[in-house]
């Protein structure tokens, strides 16, 4: 296996911390500037409607000040439509949004949402923006983002890194499936949420998959071993899994 499988780090998290406290510490920017210098592809950042991490500042520095592309998650609302057309990110992700969730759960559901996202997604694709949805590993859903004209989808793996044993193993078929379904309908796929350096190796070892978004782990593990260390681990487990040297 030899396409390359690109990482992206969520650094939300950061500003879930800083947030805590209000001021500038810990910096979301700092991070994605380290995860890049340790070998990070793009940075991912998710500007939610109520503001509990990411900033509208932090998108603005984000975009003006890293090398690689910024992935900006965000719900399909006119706001953020705004936001996007403005800030122009290398792509954005749209991803369902309830208020009281703690984090996304579930995918977009581009089938029920087609009409709104026939609407919402073109001025997008104009302005040169990557349209990317964050849906289930659905075939149906996966026709329906082709339809709508978006260039990439996002597979959820938090149902996969839930489970264990042969729900795990059904789940991951799921996904693989859905993942050579979109290399044939000429969707890039990508896949993330909850993913860690236990979950990580059977979904980067899908041939398919181009690129994995991760986040909550990789913060969470930066504590104890820091940001860097944790994104060359991360990286590693990709790349032997891809190569098929890996134990996982
Ligand atoms: N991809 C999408 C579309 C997400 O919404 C999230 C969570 O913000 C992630 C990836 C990263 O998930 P996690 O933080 O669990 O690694």
Do not use: W
């Amino acid at each position: 296996m030899t396409n390359p499988l690109r990482l992206g780090v969520n650094i939300d998290h950061v500003a879930t911390v800083r947030n805590a406290r209000g001021g500038t510490k810990p910096d979301p920017v700092r991070a994605a500037h380290l995860a890049i210098q340790a070998g990070a592809d793009g940075i991912t950042a998710h500007l939610r409607e109520d503001r509990r991490h990411i900033l509208d500042d932090d998108i603005t520095r984000l975009r003006a000040q890293i090398d690689k592309p910024l992935n900006f998650e965000m719900a399909a609302t006119d706001e953020m439509q705004k936001i996007a057309l403005k800030v122009k990110p290398h792509a954005v992700c749209l991803v369902p949004e309830k208020r009281k969730e703690r984090t996304t759960e579930g995918g977009l559901d581009a089938i029920g949402g087609h009409k709104q996202l026939s609407i919402f997604i073109p001025p997008l694709l104009d302005a040169g923006i990557r349209v990317s949805l964050f849906i289930e590993a659905s075939p149906s859903q996966l026709d329906a983002a082709k339809s709508l004209g978006a260039q990439v989808v996002e597979l959820h793996t938090g149902q996969y890194c839930y489970e264990i044993g042969d729900a795990r193993t059904a789940e991951l078929a799921r996904i693989a499936a859905a993942a050579r379904y979109a290399a044939e309908i000429g969707l890039e796929c990508h896949a993330g949420h909850g993913l860690t350096f236990e979950t990580v190796g059977p979904i980067a070892a899908i041939e398919s998959m181009t690129e994995l978004n991760i986040g909550h782990f990789i913060i969470g593990e930066a504590i104890y071993l820091g940001i860097e260390n944790v994104v060359k681990r991360m990286r590693v487990l990709m790349d032997e899994a891809r190569s098929g040297t890996g134990t996982l």
